[in-house]
Each structure stands twice: as C-alpha cells, then as structure tokens.
C-alpha cells in the first residue's frame, strides 16, 4: 500500500514537472514559449498540444486525485470530506465530456503539427504513441461510461493506460 502511495506521489509530481517543462525549456533557449514568431501554424500547434495538457491534467486526471484524496484523508473534518466529495461529484460528471474535449484538441495538435513537420521523427512518433493510447484508453472510458456496473479492473487498466500515456507524453515534450 505505501508503493503505491509512492507510486501515486510520484506520478503526480511527473505531471506537475510536465506541465511547467515545456515552458522551462522554451525559456532557457531564450524562445517565445509559444513557439517561433515567423511560424505561426507551428505556435498554433503548440497552443493546441498545451492546452490539450492543461485540459486532460486538471478537467479530466483530477477525477483520479480526487478519489485518492478521497481515501487518504477518511479521518478529515467534516468540511474536508464534504468539499472533497462535492470535487469528486463534479469531476465524475464532467470527466467524459472533458475527456473527449482533450482528445478532441489533440487530435487537432497532432493534425497540424503532423503537416507542418512532414517527416515522422522520434518526437512525432512518441506523439503518435501518447495518441494511440489515448484512443485505448479513451475506448475503455466510453465502455465505463455505457456499462451500468463499474469493473474495478477496466477502471484500473484505463488508469495505468493513462498513466503510460503521460510517461510516453513526457518524452515527447521534451524531445
């Protein structure tokens, strides 16, 4: 149990670090971080890949936080719990939709950028990678979603799918 506490700890910490990555590096070059002025179809498709970020991080991952926080702190206040719980309830209702918005931009990131680059390198591969398990994922969410009795198991391989998915995304926005 404490592993995966650890575990749990540590890939919420990849994801924070991914988020400001990008951004880091963009500024450690001396570079706009929207990407190059002269270029602007590829600024467009950099927008679109880190708002498909910020959309899957904080509309759709914080469900799986949520729930976690949910357990972690049993023993909290009154207030804690019903301001959890009340997080949780939103999340719940809004993570498909937000889900499929996400997938949606990504698509369009990964359109854009595919034909302004042309030629498929390792960055554009883990691309494709990080989409392709999205698509898993995302087919097994909507199997979720439909079935009336929750499986713990999909619901579990849907999150390690996930969590594969920012693993492979990591390399790619700093590849």
């Known amino acids: 149990m404490v592993r995966r506490k650890q575990f749990v700890l540590a890939l919420f910490l990849l994801f924070i670090i991914m988020g400001f990555s990008g951004v880091a590096l963009a500024n450690g070059q001396g570079e706009n971080p929207l990407g190059d002025i002269e270029d602007p179809i590829e600024s467009i498709g950099q927008f679109f890949g880190w708002v498909t970020l910020g959309v899957s991080f904080i509309g759709a991952a914080s469900l799986f936080f949520f729930r976690k926080a949910l357990v972690k702190f049993n023993n909290a206040s009154p207030e804690m719990k019903d301001m959890l719980k009340s997080g949780a309830t939103i999340m719940r209702k809004w993570h498909v939709p937000v889900g499929l918005i996400a997938f949606?931009?990504?698509?369009?990131?990964?359109?854009?950028?595919?034909?302004?680059?042309?030629?498929?390198?390792?960055?554009?591969?883990?691309?494709?990678?990080?989409?392709?398990?999205?698509?898993?994922?995302?087919?097994?969410?909507?199997?979720?979603?439909?079935?009336?009795?929750?499986?713990?198991?999909?619901?579990?391989?849907?999150?390690?799918?996930?969590?594969?998915a920012g693993i492979v995304l990591f390399f790619h926005i700093v590849g």
Request: aromatic content about 6%; overall charge positive.
């Open 104 to 164: 949606g931009i990504a698509m369009v990131h990964g359109v854009i950028m595919f034909f302004h680059e042309t030629v498929l390198e390792m960055n554009e591969w883990t691309g494709i990678a990080t989409l392709g398990m999205m698509v898993i994922a995302l087919i097994l969410g909507i199997v979720l979603a439909l079935k009336k009795k929750i499986s713990t198991g999909l619901r579990r391989v849907h999150s390690v799918i996930f969590m594969l």
